[in-house]
Structure formats: structure tokens, C-alpha cells
């Protein structure tokens, strides 16, 4: 697999710019992901610009970077040059190359139209979560975590699109099956693999599975554990070594919805 897949360099975000354009490429690539759409029925989607969400997001890169890494490719226009987008075959099955949304082609034009040009923004985002016994503490991560801490008192952020009964259904839900993964595997190993984003215009193109292998090479022989929220996903991840563990159901008296809590053993 690893010589047919193109494998994309993933850096540190480390500035404010890097992380406006990470944000853009996330909104992007989650503002019609099923999950997405159930915790913010009828809410303006990610991919419009809104002043709440952006903060928010903001809030929250900066949250990930403290206590775990935000990973970003080069620009979607750097990434358009080195991978051009592949030549469907009729012969062939057509493959998913992204991991979490693959019907943002309008989102991605109205972008386009509004004025608003994503040549700049990440080509793909990775939200990762090293065991905690294997993050790696500095100054400048105690600086972060302490301004942090500051902020979500005196100024804090949220998604106002989100139902809030829904959120907390998620968090309880993502900590049962993090903590249950983390029994079965060991907690001193486990990586969270909590977001991989592509951005939209970059589609077809083969840069989901290099993303993925990039991935799988920071964190080496440990187990991974994620979420998929689309079915038709879950075989993108097995050919990386993933196993659906549990499927979970979350409950709402208006809409239900389905996630797939998956595993990479590791060795």
C-alpha cells in the first residue's frame, strides 16, 4: 500500500496564520459531516462565514495544540500542483480519498463565487492526541494551557449553531468509547485520532490516504482509536489496519444518528 499511496508531509501549526487557515479548511471539510449536522440542526453551516464559529474554532485549535498536536499540509494550491487530480477509469471502482466528507463540491464553489479565495488555506488538517504520559511539556505549552485556562473564564467561546443536550451526549459517548479502547489496548499507548480534514477542492486527488499514512508513521506501532461518522467510510479506514469496535447510537427525541467507534491494534 505504501508505494501506491502518495504520502503528504504534515507539519506543526506554531502561528496565527497557520491556524486561520486550518480553521477555514476544517469548517470547510465538516460543514456537512453528518455528526456535524446533528449537534447544529439548522444552524448557518461551518463552510459560511460566522463570527461565533470562527472564534470558537479558533478556541479550540488552540486548545488541541495544548494538549495534544494540530497537524497541517502545505496550501491547497501548493497541493493542487503535487497531486493533480486523478483520471477516472470506468473500469474501475472510484475510491474515497477523504476521510470525513466528500460531497462539498458546492460549498467549496460558493467559496469561490463569494469572492473569498481558499488558495491559501491547509490542503488537510489532522487533530491528533498523543497519550498523555507522551506529550511532550515546554514553556511555551504551560503558556498556552494557563492563557487558555484564563480565557474560558473571562471570555469564553462557543458554537452557538450547537444544541447543547447534543454536545454533551457526544462528550459522554466519546469518553466511554476512548476509555474503552484505552482498557482493551493499554492507556499508556493509545493515540486519539480525533479530526483528519481534506479540503473539498482538493477531491479525487489521493491525499486522504497520504495524509493517513503520514499519520501512522508519527505515531509508529501504537494503537489509534477514532470515530467515523459515514458508513461508506469505514473501509478507507481497515485498509489502514483500523477494526470497528463498537457502533454507537446517539438518542434525540427529534433525530438519531450513528458513529463507528474503529481501532488500529498496532503491535
Known amino acids: ?54 472564534e ?24 493542487a500542483l503535487k497531486f493533480p487530480r486523478k483520471q477516472k477509469d470506468s473500469t474501475e471502482s472510484v475510491e474515497t480519498d477523504t476521510t470525513l466528507d466528500t460531497t462539498l463540491a458546492k460549498e467549496a464553489q460558493s ?39 484564563w480565557l474560558d473564564i473571562l471570555k469564553p467561546a462557543y458554537d452557538t449553531g450547537c444544541k447543547e443536550l447534543r454536545v454533551d451526549q457526544l462528550f459522554a459517548a466519546n469518553k466511554k468509547g ?4 484505552q ?26 490516504g497520504g495524509v493517513m499514512m503520514c ?6 506501532d501504537q494503537p489509534v482509536y477514532l470515530e467515523c461518522t459515514r458508513r461508506e467510510n469505514i473501509g478507507f479506514y481497515e485498509k489502514f489496519g483500523f477494526q470497528v469496535v463498537d457502533e454507537v447510537e446517539l438518542l434525540d427525541e427529534e433525530q438519531n444518528l450513528k458513529f463507528w467507534a474503529m481501532v488500529r491494534p498496532g503491535k
Open 215 to 220: 499519520i501512522l508513521e508519527h505515531v509508529g
Open 183 to 208: 482498557a482493551q489496548y493499554s492507556k499508556k499507548t493509545m493515540w486519539y485520532l480525533e479530526v483528519v480534514a481534506v479540503h473539498p477542492s482538493l477531491q479525487s486527488r489521493g491525499i486522504g
Open 56 to 79: 470558537w474554532q479558533y478556541r479550540r485549535i488552540q486548545s488541541v495544540m495544548a494538549h495534544g498536536r494540530v497537524l497541517h499540509s502545505a496550501s491547497v494550491d501548493e497541493m
Open 111 to 149: 467559496s469561490i463565487t463569494s469572492g473569498i479565495s481558499c488558495g491559501e488555506d491547509s490542503g488537510a488538517v489532522v487533530f491528533l492526541f498523543p497519550p498523555k504520559e507522551q506529550l511532550s511539556w515546554s514553556l511555551s505549552r504551560l503558556w498556552l494551557m494557563w492563557k487558555l485556562f
Open 1 to 54: 500500500m505504501s508505494k501506491s499511496i502518495p504520502r503528504v508531509d504534515l507539519r506543526q501549526i506554531r502561528n496565527e496564520t497557520s491556524i486561520a487557515a486550518a480553521i477555514r479548511t476544517v469548517n470547510a471539510a465538516f460543514s456537512s459531516d453528518p455528526l456535524i449536522q446533528w449537534l447544529r440542526p439548522n444552524a448557518t453551516p461551518w463552510a459560511q462565514p460566522d463570527k461565533s464559529v470562527w
Open 178 to 181: 476512548l476509555e474503552s479502547a
